[in-house]
Protein backbone atom coordinates (compact mmCIF):
# COMPACT_ATOMS: atom_id res chain seq x y z
CA UNK A 1 0.00 0.00 0.00
CA UNK A 2 1.54 3.31 -1.02
CA UNK A 3 1.06 6.49 0.28
CA UNK A 4 -1.03 7.75 -2.06
CA UNK A 5 -3.58 4.87 -1.54
CA UNK A 6 -3.19 5.13 1.81
CA UNK A 7 -4.28 8.93 2.09
CA UNK A 8 -7.32 8.66 -0.53
CA UNK A 9 -8.46 5.71 1.23
CA UNK A 10 -8.07 6.32 4.89
CA UNK A 11 -7.06 9.73 5.65
CA UNK A 12 -9.77 11.13 3.24
CA UNK A 13 -12.78 9.59 4.57
CA UNK A 14 -11.93 10.50 7.73
CA UNK A 15 -12.21 14.20 6.71
CA UNK A 16 -15.36 13.19 5.66
CA UNK A 17 -17.07 12.74 8.36
CA UNK A 18 -15.31 15.05 10.38
CA UNK A 19 -16.99 17.53 7.53
CA UNK A 20 -20.36 15.24 7.63
CA UNK A 21 -20.26 16.20 11.91
CA UNK A 22 -19.50 19.72 11.40
CA UNK A 23 -22.50 20.19 8.65
CA UNK A 24 -24.58 18.54 11.02
CA UNK A 25 -24.02 21.09 13.37
CA UNK A 26 -23.91 23.89 10.73
CA UNK A 27 -27.35 22.82 9.96
CA UNK A 28 -28.86 22.43 13.82
CA UNK A 29 -26.86 25.16 15.46
CA UNK A 30 -29.60 26.33 17.66
CA UNK A 31 -28.05 30.15 17.69
CA UNK A 32 -26.48 31.82 14.78
CA UNK A 33 -22.72 31.64 16.55
CA UNK A 34 -23.00 28.33 16.23
CA UNK A 35 -23.18 28.59 13.30
CA UNK A 36 -20.67 30.90 12.57
CA UNK A 37 -18.23 28.46 14.61
CA UNK A 38 -19.46 25.62 12.35
CA UNK A 39 -18.52 27.57 9.33
CA UNK A 40 -15.06 28.59 10.51
CA UNK A 41 -14.25 25.26 11.42
CA UNK A 42 -15.83 23.81 7.77
CA UNK A 43 -13.31 26.24 5.86
CA UNK A 44 -10.12 25.16 8.14
CA UNK A 45 -10.87 21.27 7.54
CA UNK A 46 -11.01 22.01 4.13
CA UNK A 47 -7.83 23.15 4.16
CA UNK A 48 -6.61 20.12 5.72
CA UNK A 49 -8.33 18.70 2.66
CA UNK A 50 -6.43 21.06 0.37
CA UNK A 51 -2.97 19.62 1.85
CA UNK A 52 -4.03 15.93 1.90
CA UNK A 53 -5.42 16.74 -1.77
CA UNK A 54 -1.88 18.44 -2.69
CA UNK A 55 0.22 15.36 -1.90
CA UNK A 56 -2.62 12.81 -4.00
CA UNK A 57 -2.04 14.67 -6.90
CA UNK A 58 1.70 15.48 -6.39
CA UNK A 59 1.59 19.09 -6.88
CA UNK A 60 2.70 21.68 -4.50
CA UNK A 61 0.90 24.66 -5.93
CA UNK A 62 -2.59 23.48 -4.10
CA UNK A 63 -0.56 25.12 -0.79
CA UNK A 64 -1.04 28.86 -1.64
CA UNK A 65 -5.15 27.73 -1.96
CA UNK A 66 -5.07 26.57 1.47
CA UNK A 67 -3.00 29.85 2.60
CA UNK A 68 -5.68 32.23 1.10
CA UNK A 69 -8.52 30.28 2.45
CA UNK A 70 -7.37 30.36 6.29
CA UNK A 71 -6.92 34.00 5.69
CA UNK A 72 -10.35 34.25 4.48
CA UNK A 73 -11.73 31.82 7.47
CA UNK A 74 -10.75 34.43 9.73
CA UNK A 75 -11.57 37.32 8.27
CA UNK A 76 -15.39 35.81 7.62
CA UNK A 77 -15.64 35.20 11.05
CA UNK A 78 -14.43 37.98 12.76
CA UNK A 79 -16.92 40.05 10.03
CA UNK A 80 -20.03 37.98 11.05
CA UNK A 81 -19.53 38.63 14.39
CA UNK A 82 -19.11 42.23 14.31
CA UNK A 83 -22.28 42.13 11.99
CA UNK A 84 -24.32 40.38 14.94
CA UNK A 85 -23.00 42.54 17.65
CA UNK A 86 -23.93 45.76 15.84
CA UNK A 87 -27.14 44.24 14.69
CA UNK A 88 -27.83 43.98 18.56
CA UNK A 89 -27.03 46.66 19.56
CA UNK A 90 -29.52 49.07 17.20
CA UNK A 91 -32.17 46.76 18.56
CA UNK B 1 2.03 8.92 7.02
CA UNK B 2 2.21 9.06 10.64
CA UNK B 3 1.57 12.92 10.56
CA UNK B 4 -1.58 12.82 8.37
CA UNK B 5 -3.16 10.24 10.08
CA UNK B 6 -2.26 12.27 13.55
CA UNK B 7 -3.97 15.64 12.03
CA UNK B 8 -6.97 13.79 10.71
CA UNK B 9 -7.64 11.79 14.17
CA UNK B 10 -7.63 15.67 15.77
CA UNK B 11 -10.20 16.87 13.03
CA UNK B 12 -12.10 14.17 13.66
CA UNK B 13 -12.01 14.96 17.41
CA UNK B 14 -12.96 18.47 16.86
CA UNK B 15 -15.76 17.80 14.60
CA UNK B 16 -16.78 15.02 17.35
CA UNK B 17 -16.78 17.38 19.69
CA UNK B 18 -18.51 20.39 17.87
CA UNK B 19 -21.63 17.83 17.23
CA UNK B 20 -21.61 16.30 20.99
CA UNK B 21 -20.75 19.37 23.35
CA UNK B 22 -23.88 20.77 25.26
CA UNK B 23 -22.96 24.41 25.57
CA UNK B 24 -21.87 26.83 23.27
CA UNK B 25 -18.70 28.03 24.72
CA UNK B 26 -17.58 24.15 25.21
CA UNK B 27 -17.73 23.43 21.62
CA UNK B 28 -15.74 26.70 20.83
CA UNK B 29 -13.28 26.01 23.31
CA UNK B 30 -13.23 21.88 21.98
CA UNK B 31 -12.89 23.19 18.41
CA UNK B 32 -10.73 26.05 17.80
CA UNK B 33 -7.42 24.04 19.92
CA UNK B 34 -7.99 21.06 18.28
CA UNK B 35 -8.73 21.72 14.45
CA UNK B 36 -5.33 23.96 15.00
CA UNK B 37 -3.11 21.34 16.07
CA UNK B 38 -4.49 18.70 13.44
CA UNK B 39 -3.55 21.22 10.45
CA UNK B 40 -0.19 21.67 12.16
CA UNK B 41 0.20 17.86 11.72
CA UNK B 42 -0.86 17.66 8.33
CA UNK B 43 1.37 20.36 7.36
CA UNK B 44 4.15 18.66 9.13
CA UNK B 45 3.22 15.72 7.04
CA UNK B 46 2.60 17.91 3.45
CA UNK B 47 6.71 19.82 4.30
CA UNK B 48 7.72 16.27 4.79
CA UNK B 49 6.42 14.62 1.67
CA UNK B 50 7.39 17.67 -0.72
CA UNK B 51 11.39 17.97 0.84
CA UNK B 52 11.28 21.82 -0.67
CA UNK B 53 12.31 24.98 0.76
CA UNK B 54 9.05 26.90 -0.76
CA UNK B 55 6.60 24.28 0.05
CA UNK B 56 8.04 24.34 3.68
CA UNK B 57 7.85 28.19 3.87
CA UNK B 58 4.59 28.58 2.74
CA UNK B 59 3.62 25.54 5.33
CA UNK B 60 5.11 27.67 8.19
CA UNK B 61 3.50 30.79 6.75
CA UNK B 62 -0.19 28.86 6.90
CA UNK B 63 0.59 27.15 10.44
CA UNK B 64 1.71 30.79 11.20
CA UNK B 65 -1.83 32.34 10.52
CA UNK B 66 -4.06 30.07 12.15
CA UNK B 67 -1.76 30.28 15.57
CA UNK B 68 -2.07 33.75 15.45
CA UNK B 69 -5.81 34.34 14.05
CA UNK B 70 -7.76 30.96 15.52
CA UNK B 71 -7.83 32.52 19.25
CA UNK B 72 -8.53 36.22 17.83
CA UNK B 73 -11.76 34.24 16.51
CA UNK B 74 -12.19 32.31 18.99
CA UNK B 75 -12.28 35.33 21.54
CA UNK B 76 -14.15 37.43 19.41
CA UNK B 77 -17.20 35.14 18.55
CA UNK B 78 -17.53 34.19 22.33
CA UNK B 79 -17.33 37.48 23.60
CA UNK B 80 -20.59 37.68 20.91
CA UNK B 81 -21.98 34.76 22.32
CA UNK B 82 -22.04 36.23 25.82
CA UNK B 83 -23.47 39.57 25.12
CA UNK B 84 -26.15 38.36 22.44
CA UNK B 85 -26.86 36.21 25.36
CA UNK B 86 -25.87 32.62 24.69
CA UNK B 87 -27.17 29.88 27.36
CA UNK B 88 -24.91 28.22 29.49
CA UNK B 89 -24.83 24.43 30.13
CA UNK B 90 -27.05 23.53 33.04
CA UNK B 91 -24.37 22.35 35.34
CA UNK B 92 -21.85 25.56 34.83
CA UNK B 93 -20.64 26.89 38.11
CA UNK B 94 -18.27 29.77 37.98
CA UNK B 95 -19.50 33.07 35.51
CA UNK B 96 -16.64 35.42 35.87
CA UNK B 97 -17.52 37.59 33.40
CA UNK B 98 -21.03 38.26 35.15
CA UNK B 99 -19.00 39.34 38.34
CA UNK B 100 -17.13 41.85 36.48
CA UNK B 101 -19.91 43.60 34.47
CA UNK B 102 -21.61 44.02 37.97
CA UNK B 103 -18.88 45.91 39.77
CA UNK B 104 -18.46 47.39 36.47
CA UNK B 105 -22.22 48.35 36.43
CA UNK B 106 -22.12 49.36 40.76
CA UNK B 107 -19.45 51.82 39.78
CA UNK B 108 -21.06 53.82 37.15
CA UNK B 109 -24.25 53.99 38.94
CA UNK B 110 -22.04 55.42 42.12
CA UNK B 111 -20.54 57.77 40.18
CA UNK B 112 -23.78 59.01 38.32
CA UNK B 113 -25.27 59.46 42.05
CA UNK B 114 -22.35 61.28 42.92
CA UNK B 115 -22.35 63.57 39.99
CA UNK B 116 -25.94 64.12 40.64
CA UNK B 117 -25.85 64.75 44.11
CA UNK B 118 -23.00 67.63 43.33
CA UNK B 119 -25.88 69.21 41.18
CA UNK B 120 -28.34 69.01 43.71
CA UNK B 121 -25.67 70.37 46.07
CA UNK B 122 -24.77 73.60 43.53
CA UNK B 123 -28.21 74.01 42.59
CA UNK B 124 -29.16 74.34 46.54
CA UNK B 125 -26.15 77.30 46.98
CA UNK B 126 -27.64 79.23 43.87
CA UNK B 127 -30.77 79.33 45.05
CA UNK B 128 -29.53 80.31 48.57
CA UNK B 129 -27.49 83.00 46.88
CA UNK B 130 -30.52 83.93 45.10
CA UNK B 131 -32.65 84.38 48.45
CA UNK B 132 -29.64 86.63 49.22
Known amino acids: MSVHDYLLYIIMPI?????????LRFLKGPQVVDRIVA???????????????????????????????????????VALSFYIQNSKKDD | MIFS??????????????FKMP???ARLSVTVKAVTVGIGFI???????FVDFAVTTKS???????????????????????LTGA???????????????DVKKKEIEEQEKASQSEQAEKKDNTEQSDNL
Do not use: E, H
Open chain 2, 87 to 101: KMWKFTMFDDLKTDI
Open chain 2, 23 to 25: DFY
Open chain 1, 39 to 77: LDLLITVGVAFILIFSIIVDNSIFLDVAMILALIAFLST
Open chain 1, 15 to 23: LCLAQLFIL
Open chain 2, 43 to 49: LIAVSMY
Open chain 2, 60 to 82: IAIVFFLIMTSPIAGFLVGRVAY
Open chain 2, 5 to 18: TLGALFALIASIGI
